[in-house]
């Protein structure tokens, strides 16, 4: 299939941290289902969802590294290429995004009839409900908490395959950058990050969600879409400031910032920032003080978000693979990042169902299980991949032309 991003420098190294990513947050959703079964919170790999928050930061970077200077705005290119218009950029994120995306519903969908079509409570749910949330999922429609197509009952966006929620901030950030953020000059991005970067620190260093963490817009309600946006917002555009910075800063003299970045950044960077990201997302879940409004535990998830994440990506995008076998690493990982996100969480609810059922609480007494799951997921999201999404986004990218 042939991309913009195809005719520019390839970041494999960010390809690869976004697998990464996407393990660890199928290794998060493990004890997720440990927290369920007990009716705790999550003591192990406490922040492992801020993955998505790292999604996000990529998304921006290597959308605006990719798109910025290809606009047909009657204005003369900056670069050789196809031009783009409003039209061609929504048909190409459709074809990254929604194949899998209906994939996810469709799998989702199936381990539900598994699981006998109950909700958590233990009620059953009529097909006809079931049906109808298949098709709005189809449609990326998303269910408010207490609908009748909410089938799992626990006022999930999406609920034949929860992670879904986050596409559905990604598809608002891909449409406000098509029609305004990539308007902005980089000052005015600057500001524009600044004042949405105010918005979220305020928001969740008084945990206006109730959450004390992150872990915020995965259900429609007033608090989860405008805390989903502002989670959306500030690192989409960050990463966006940042690649305008980046790309910048290539173009300039030896002694650039870039240059001097680079000179800092070992071969063995990726393994660097993985082992970073596990530490990260290790910590210990910081309680909040009864005598106090202020979220301890959401501070340190920003200092993740705004100053650590920007360092992994910008050392990322500086470095390169230095061997045949860190190279197809990188590749093999961004490749079933996208697929392995979407597909694993339908696994995930027969586990939970599972974990519930037979009262365990502990890695240590479902490892084998644990593994499996793992596993399954894994095969499945290179299945899909190969099989499936790859395929099909050739085919639409030959029907439609672009």
């Known amino acids: 299939m042939s991309t913009f991003l195809d005719t520019k420098p390839h970041y494999a190294l960010l390809d690869g941290l976004r697998g990464v990513a996407a393990l660890m947050v199928l290794w998060y959703h493990v004890f997720e289902g440990f927290a369920f079964a007990e009716g705790s919170i999550i003591e192990t790999f406490n922040h492992g969802h801020l993955g998505v928050d790292f999604f996000f930061i990529l998304s921006g970077f290597v959308i605006s590294y990719a798109y910025d200077d290809r606009w047909n705005d009657g204005k003369r290119l900056k670069t050789k290429g196809e031009s783009l218009t409003l039209g061609k950029f929504i048909k190409r994120r459709l074809i990254r995004l929604h194949p899998m995306l209906v994939m996810g519903a469709f799998i989702g969908l199936i381990t539900f009839l598994i699981q006998g079509g109950v909700k958590w409570d233990g009620t059953q749910t009529p097909i006809r409900w079931t049906m109808i949330a298949f098709l709005l999922t189809l449609f990326f429609i998303p269910a408010y908490p207490g609908a009748a197509y909410d089938i799992r009952g626990n006022g999930e ?47 969740v260093t008084f945990d206006i969600s109730g959450y004390d963490m992150i872990g915020i817009g995965w259900t429609l309600d007033a608090v989860n879409f405008f805390g989903g946006l502002l989670r959306m917002l500030f690192p989409f555009s960050l990463g966006m400031l940042m690649a305008r910075v980046y790309v910048n800063r290539q173009q300039t ?64 995008a500086a470095g390169t693979t230095n061997s045949k076998f860190s190279t197809k690493l990188c590749n093999f990982l961004g490749d079933i990042s996208y697929p392995l996100y979407i597909v694993h969480y339908p696994i995930m609810y027969l586990f939970y169902a599972w974990l519930i059922d037979n009262k365990l609480y502990t890695l240590s007494e479902t490892w084998p299980i644990v593994i499996l799951v793992m596993a399954t997921s894994i095969v499945l999201a290179y299945a899909c991949l190969k099989l499936y999404d790859e395929p099909i986004r050739r085919k639409l990218s030959k029907n439609l032309k672009i």
């Open 157 to 203: 966006m999406f609920p034949l395959n929860g992670p879904s929620w986050s596409l559905f901030f990604e598809y608002i950030g891909n449409f406000l950058y098509a029609i305004f953020i990539r308007r902005l000059s980089n000052k005015m991005l600057a500001i524009f990050t600044g004042i949405i970067g105010i918005l979220w620190i305020w928001f």
């Open 253 to 316: 003299a030896d002694n650039s910032l870039c240059s001097r970045v680079k000179s800092f950044v070992t071969r063995n960077i990726f393994w660097i920032a993985t082992i970073v990201l596990f530490v990260l997302f290790s910590v210990p879940y910081f309680p909040k003080a009864e005598t106090s409004s202020i979220s301890v535990n959401g501070i340190y998830e920003l200092f993740c978000i705004m100053i650590v994440f920007p360092f992994l990506v910008w050392f990322g």
